[in-house]
C-alpha cells in the first residue's frame, strides 16, 4: 500500500465520485473552453515534456475511455498512448458490431451507462457535431472532444500550434503574440473539416494572420472570421506563407449533389507540389493532419520532403494530449511546467 504522502501524489485510486458531483479537471470541447492562460500552460506543458526521458505517473489510478464512433488512427493511439504513459487505464469503446448499438442502443445512453461505472474521463469521437458538448451536461466524468463531425478537434489545433512553435522557436507565454508575424495558410476543405474548425479558432488567438483556400463547395467566405483572408487560388495562398496546412476533402461529409474534380485535377489545380511550395518563404513548414491522400490534396515529395513537420505533428501529439489528459483529470499541476525566462 502507499504511504500518504505518496497517495497524495498519485491522487490514489479514482473510484466513483459522489452522487451528482462532477469530478475534478476540466472538460476540452471546443477552443473556447480554454481561457487564454490555459492556452498557454497547455502548449508550454506539452513543449517541456515533450523530450523528457521519463514522466510522473501523475494519472495512475484513473481510468480514462476512449469512445471513438468514427475511424482513428493517430488520434486513438495519441491518446492511448499519452494516456498509458502517464500511468491510466484506457478502455476502449467503439460503438461497433460487438456492443449493445447492434440492439438499437444510442451512443449517448450507452457512454451515459459507462459513466455509471464510474470513469474519469471520455475521450469521444462522433459523427454528429456538437456531440461533445451534448454529453457534457450528461456525464459526470469529464468530457474531450477527439473530433465532432464538421465542429472542432481541439487537440490537433494544439498540436498544430506547438508544432509551429517549436519549428520557428517560438514561446507559448507569449500568449497573443507567440505567432505574431507568422502567415498561416490553410488549404483544402475548409466547410468541412474539424481541423479548419478548431485552428481557425485558435490559432489567430496566438497572433497568427490566417489566408484560406479552397475549391468552390468546400469552403464558405460568409461562415468565416473576417480576420480571415481568403485567397481565390492555392498559388495565393502560398505566397509569403511561413506555414501551410494541408488538408483532405472530407469526402464522407459531403453532400451527395457536390461534384467535385477528379484527383488528378484536383491535384493540378488545389495540391501542394515542389514547384507550388517555391511560393511560400524559404523557412516555410508544411503540415497536415492525416489521413493524408497522396497525389491528391498533397504530393509525396511535399509530404516526405525537408519542409515537411508531419510526423513531427504525430509525435507532439502525444505530448499536446498528456497536458489535456492531465487537465481533464485535474492533475496538471504535477506534471513539469515550461520555464518562463
Ligand atoms: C482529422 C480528423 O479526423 O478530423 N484526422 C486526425 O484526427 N488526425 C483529419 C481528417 O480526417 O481529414
Same mark, same amino acid.
Given at each position: 500500500?502507499? &504511504? ?38 497547455? +502548449? ?16 495512475? #489510478? ?20 499519452? /494516456? ?12 461497433? /458490431? &460487438?456492443?449493445?448499438?447492434?440492439? #438499437?442502443?444510442?451512443?449517448? =445512453?450507452? +457512454? ?14 462522433? $459523427? ?7 454529453? $457534457?451536461?450528461?456525464?459526470? !466524468?469529464?468530457?474531450?472532444? /477527439?473530433?465532432?463531425?464538421? #465542429? ?32 498561416? /495558410? ?9 481541423? !479548419?474548425?478548431? %485552428? ?19 469552403? =464558405? ?43 488528378? &485535377? ?16 524559404? #523557412?516555410?513548414?508544411? +503540415?497536415?493532419?492525416?489521413?493524408? %491522400? ?19 505533428? !504525430? ?18 499541476? +504535477? ?7
Amino acid at each position: 500500500m502507499f &504511504s500518504d504522502p505518496v497517495r497524495e501524489q498519485i491522487g490514489g485510486p479514482a473510484g466513483p465520485p459522489r452522487a451528482g458531483c462532477r469530478r475534478a479537471g476540466a472538460d476540452l470541447c471546443g477552443i473556447g473552453d480554454l481561457a487564454d492562460a490555459e492556452l498557454a500552460e497547455i +502548449l508550454g506543458q506539452a513543449l517541456a515534456i515533450i523530450e523528457l526521458p521519463s514522466l510522473p505517473e501523475v494519472l495512475r #489510478g484513473r481510468q480514462i475511455v476512449a469512445a471513438f464512433a468514427e475511424p482513428s488512427t493517430r488520434t486513438r493511439m495519441s491518446f492511448t498512448a499519452a /494516456a498509458r504513459r502517464l500511468g491510466a487505464d484506457v478502455l476502449a469503446f467503439d460503438g461497433g /458490431a &460487438s456492443t449493445s448499438a447492434s440492439k #438499437g442502443e444510442s451512443t449517448l =445512453d450507452a +457512454l451515459r451507462n459507462l459513466d455509471a461505472m464510474g470513469f474519469d474521463a471520455f475521450v469521444v469521437r462522433d $459523427r454528429q457535431q456538437g456531440f461533445a458538448r451534448r454529453l $457534457r451536461g450528461e456525464l459526470r !466524468a469529464r468530457v474531450i472532444n /477527439a473530433g465532432d463531425g464538421i #465542429g472542432e478537434h481541439p487537440t490537433q489545433a494544439l498540436l498544430d500550434a506547438a508544432t509551429i512553435l517549436e519549428a520557428f522557436g517560438r514561446f507559448a507565454y507569449e500568449g497573443k503574440h507567440a505567432l505574431r508575424g507568422l502567415r498561416i /495558410a490553410i488549404c483544402g476543405d475548409i466547410l468541412h473539416s474539424r481541423v !479548419a474548425g478548431s %485552428n481557425l479558432r485558435l490559432l489567430p488567438r496566438l497572433g497568427a494572420s490566417l489566408v484560406v483556400a479552397g475549391p468552390p463547395g468546400l469552403i =464558405d467566405p460568409a461562415a468565416l472570421p473576417s480576420s480571415v483572408e481568403v485567397a481565390e487560388s492555392l498559388d495565393r495562398a502560398l505566397l509569403g506563407a511561413d506555414v501551410i496546412m494541408m488538408l483532405r476533402v472530407q469526402r464522407e461529409r459531403l453532400p451527395a449533389d457536390l461534384e467535385l474534380p477528379d484527383d488528378a &485535377s484536383y491535384h493540378a489545380r488545389w495540391g501542394l507540389s515542389v514547384s507550388r511550395l517555391e511560393r511560400a518563404k524559404a #523557412g516555410a513548414i508544411v +503540415l497536415h493532419p492525416g489521413p493524408m %491522400n497522396r497525389g491528391v490534396e498533397i504530393a509525396d515529395a511535399v509530404a516526405d520532403g525537408s519542409r515537411s513537420r508531419i510526423l513531427r505533428q !504525430a509525435h507532439v501529439g502525444v505530448a499536446v494530449r498528456m497536458a489535456v489528459l492531465a487537465r481533464a483529470c485535474g492533475r496538471q499541476d +504535477l506534471l513539469p511546467r515550461a520555464v518562463q525566462p
